[in-house]
Each structure stands twice: as C-alpha cells, then as structure tokens.
C-alpha cells in the first residue's frame, strides 16, 4: 500500500468505522450509566436541583480552595493548561473547522496558526510533564495501571502527527497526514472503553452530584 492509498483508506472507512465504533460505544456506556439503579429520594424537596446542578459544574471544574487541590496543585493547574491546549488545536484550527464544517454544515472564525501552534506545543510539553511527575511520584506511580500509560500515549499521538503534518516535518505529508488519521481513528475507537469517557461523564456526574445535594438543601 502507497501512501496515497493508505490516506485515502483512513480518511475514508477507517474513520467510518472508528466513528460508528466511538458512538456506539459512548451510546452503550450512557445507557449504563442512566440505567443504573438509585435508590428513591425519600426526604422532602427543597429545591428542583437543576440550577444546582449547573452550579457544581462551574464550582467543582474552577475552584482551587479546596485542601485537596491545594495538595495536588500540579495536577489541577496542568489539567486545565493542557486541555486548553487540546480544546485549541481540536476546535480553533482552520483545517480542523473545515473539517467540522462539512459535517455539521456551518463552521466559526479559527485562531492564526501561530497560536495554534503555541498551544499545541504547551499542550504536549504539559503531557510531557505529566507524564513524568507519573513516573516519579511515588503515589501517582502506585496508583497507576497500564491503561493510563496506553491514554497518554493515545492522546499524545494525535497532537504530535498533526503538528508534524501540518509543518510538514521529517516525512512525506501523505503519509504524515495518514498517520494522523489513523492516530484518530484509535483513539475514538478505544474512548469509549477507557478511562477517556471522562470527557463527557465528568460533567454528567457533577451536574447530578449537584442535582441530588440541591433536592436535599445541601450547599455544594
């Protein structure tokens, strides 16, 4: 296979078929997640919980007062740096609102490509770093497992072939460009399977963290 076949192959059904495996799979987890039993809510309403439930999204997602994050300062300051940097490169680069726009038929203004860039370079050096307080953190490293090794390194490709891609770097583009792809189509395959479903489930859970403390009169 030539590289033109090969881009061809996974711009084509290898992102088909990851796409359908991503939303079938990230369907299946919903359903469990909703479908799991909870016990009735046997005292007496003081509140809906919906607007409460907003609200500890914004606080648990912002706030850095709290005795624990102080002690995991690292953690929460590199989190946000680098998902920044991720939300930047995914969503505000040109070709990448191109893309979007062809699906969802309307696209929004992109950043110049030196941003772009800028913050995709923080975004890998912040998994960088993460990585390596992993590996040198005696509690970090105890706690870790395989699959968060494999995350990393599934979340670290796609950042690092497209900056390659898009600057044209050590290789030929077609190929780059499909190693990229490719890099993709693996990541939205295993998303749904692995400790990535954070991305959405974070939120659903603190949105109902809030609801079920806001029923209750609880301050969160």
Not at 82 to 94: Q, R, V
Not at 173 to 190: D, E, F, K, Q
Request: charged share 10%; glycine share 8%.
């Amino acid at each position: 296979m030539n590289s033109v076949d090969f881009l061809l192959w996974v711009r084509g059904p290898g992102l088909a078929i990851a796409s359908i495996i991503f939303v079938f799979g990230m369907t299946l987890r919903m359903f469990e997640i909703f479908m799991l039993g909870r016990k009735k809510n046997l005292a007496e309403l003081r509140s809906s919980g919906v607007k409460e439930g907003f609200r500890t999204i914004i606080t648990r997602s912002g706030g850095v007062d709290t005795y624990t994050t102080k002690r995991t300062m690292f953690t929460h300051i590199s989190g946000w740096v680098f998902h920044l940097g991720l939300f930047t490169a995914i969503f505000l680069l040109a070709p990448h609102i191109e893309l979007f726009k062809s699906f969802l038929g309307f696209g929004w203004p992109a950043l110049p490509t030196a941003i772009v860039d800028l913050a995709t370079v923080i975004a890998m050096i912040t998994l960088l770093a993460i990585l390596f307080h992993r590996l040198t953190n005696p509690v970090m490293k105890f706690l870790s497992v395989g699959q968060d090794y494999v995350v990393w390194a599934l979340t670290f490709l796609p950042l690092l072939t497209g900056y390659m891609a898009y600057h044209h770097l050590f290789f030929p583009y077609t190929w780059l460009l499909g190693i990229h792809i490719l890099s993709i189509c693996v990541l939205l395959v295993v998303f749904p399977f692995t400790k990535l479903t954070h991305a959405v489930t974070l939120f659903t859970s603190r949105w109902y963290n809030g609801y079920m403390a806001g029923q209750k009169g609880v301050k969160q």
